[in-house]
């Protein structure tokens, strides 16, 4: 990575829960992997390969004290592998794929990778368990509202577990450019929106759903739904009020990723600062460390704006506690 072009404050112990990874590969796949970026608009001349001693040297050199990974490849096969990650447990946390297209096997791999009786903890040093969860706002045509995923959320609700929701990685982009540049906005926002009206957020209290990239568009177009959303020519099968609607807007988390300087201000009106999480988005072809900095350097000039002297970093005592002690 490129180092960045301005020295800047450095914030302490932050956690960063929008990290990307990917699974070891043979060097003969490269050329086809380069071949796909760049049918999806990305101008790549090399694939990504997952190293951690740039993420740790980059969250050094940032004041990031732990990286929350995440990877949801198109196959449960490959997603699996994915889960399976053991390396550097003090620096990096797992947030677990799961395939949401197949509900059955999304409710398995739950209770696999971090079974009932592993919620207080293992004992085990080598046992090492996801600290959430991640989905894709769309996965082979289904999106997080859908009725038949209900299991899925049932089962995370019961377990009060963290959800990190990634707009669809695998969407083709619109006009010649490649969807990570605008249309993930509107994916994350479309997908609130639908769990909104799905009552997702009041059904399933206990899941704490973290939006990537300050929540897309939606934290912007939050007011418009409240004020139109209820009206009588809005299709509203489960009857949701106003009152309804803002309460689920309330209840959710997002991260700063790639978005800060436009999104973050609309998400801390729509849920609050406490709400809010760091997110660089390491590890993909459409972040550098260019970016990344000065992304970070407007979440933390709006934090301190926000909070004054209070500690932006303290939300991920409360969103994912096992990062307390890495962080300090």
């Not at 001693?53 to 196959?75: E, F, H, K, W």
């Not at 990239?213 to 809005?234: D, E, I, M, N």
Request: hydrophobic share 40%; glycine share 8%.
């Amino acid at each position: 990575m490129p180092s960045p072009s301005a020295p800047a404050p450095r914030p302490r112990g932050w956690l960063d829960i929008h990290t990307h990874f990917f699974t070891p590969r043979p060097a003969s796949e490269d050329e086809s992997l380069v071949a796909a970026l760049r049918d999806a608009h990305f101008m790549v001349e090399s694939p990504p390969r997952f190293s951690p001693a740039d993420l740790l040297a980059y969250s050094d050199r940032a004041g990031v004290a732990m990286q929350m990974l995440s990877n949801i490849p198109p196959t449960t096969a490959a997603l699996r592998a994915s889960n399976d990650l053991r390396r550097h447990p003090s620096r990096f946390g797992l947030l677990a794929a799961l395939p949401t297209d197949e509900p059955e096997e999304a409710v398995r791999e739950i209770r696999r990778v971090k079974p009932e009786e592993s919620r207080g903890g293992t004992g085990d040093a080598d046992v090492l368990l996801p600290d959430g969860f991640a989905v894709t706002t769309m996965r082979n045509g289904t999106g997080l509202g859908a009725e038949r995923l209900r299991p899925v959320w049932e089962e995370l609700t019961k377990r009060g577990e963290v959800v990190f929701v990634h707009p669809n990685a695998y969407a083709r982009g619109q006009d010649g450019r490649p969807s990570a540049l605008v249309d993930v906005a509107f994916d994350t926002a479309r997908t609130i929106t639908d769990m909104l009206y799905s009552r997702v957020f009041l059904d399933f209290p206990r899941i704490r759903w973290v939006f990537a990239h300050c929540g897309g568009a939606f934290p912007a177009l939050s007011r418009r739904v409240l004020l139109l959303g209820a009206q009588p020519w809005v299709p509203n099968a489960r009857g949701l009020t106003r009152e309804d609607l803002q309460a689920q807007m309330a209840r959710i988390y997002v991260d700063t990723a790639a978005t800060a300087q436009t999104g973050m201000e609309p998400a801390i009106k729509m849920t609050g600062i406490e709400h809010v999480v760091y997110g660089a988005d390491c590890g993909v072809p459409c972040s550098t460390e260019d970016t990344m900095e000065e992304n970070r350097r407007t979440v933390q000039a709006i934090a301190e704006k926000v909070m004054g002297d209070g500690d932006f970093g303290l939300e991920r005592v409360r969103l994912i506690p096992g990062s307390q002690d890495q962080s300090g």
